[in-house]
């Protein structure tokens, strides 16, 4: 059972930056794809990034291009989300998704596992 725990939410200011982390446990596959999705309150669960962990392969959503970058710490199992400008509308509740198979990006659809969330918060 692949479980995911992730950390780093919390409450910045417009312009700053924030790094999320995902733990990853359980999984004895490295044919799989790994990514960030967020929820605004009232709001459909969003895609943020994606990461194959072969190849590393990346996608972004566009409202996030440019200012977030995916990145994967194999040794340690590990995905990690920088955010950079952030911006009020970048407020949402974040959560680590995974699926096997190696895709180009995720669908909230197709996801096998999900964290259990973390908040980010970005005033004004």
């Known amino acids: 059972q692949v479980h995911l725990v992730e950390s780093g939410g919390g409450l910045v200011q417009a312009g700053d930056s924030l790094r999320l982390s995902c733990a990853a446990s359980?999984?004895?596959?490295?044919?799989?794809?790994m990514g960030w999705f967020r929820q605004a309150p009232g709001k459909e669960r969003e895609f943020v990034a994606s990461?194959?962990?072969?190849?590393?392969?990346?996608n972004y959503g566009d409202s996030v291009k440019g200012r977030f970058t995916i990145s994967r710490d194999s040794a340690k199992n590990t995905l990690y989300l920088q955010m950079n400008s952030l911006k009020p509308e970048d407020t949402a509740v974040y959560y680590c998704?995974?699926?096997?198979?190696?895709?180009?990006?995720?669908?909230?659809?197709?996801?096998?596992?999900w964290g259990q969330g973390t908040q980010v918060t970005v005033s004004s």
């Open positions: 998704a995974g699926r096997f198979g190696l895709v180009l990006t995720l669908s909230k659809g197709e996801i096998s596992y």
């Open positions: 359980g999984c004895t596959s490295t044919t799989y794809t």
């Open positions: 990461i194959t962990w072969t190849g590393g392969i990346t």
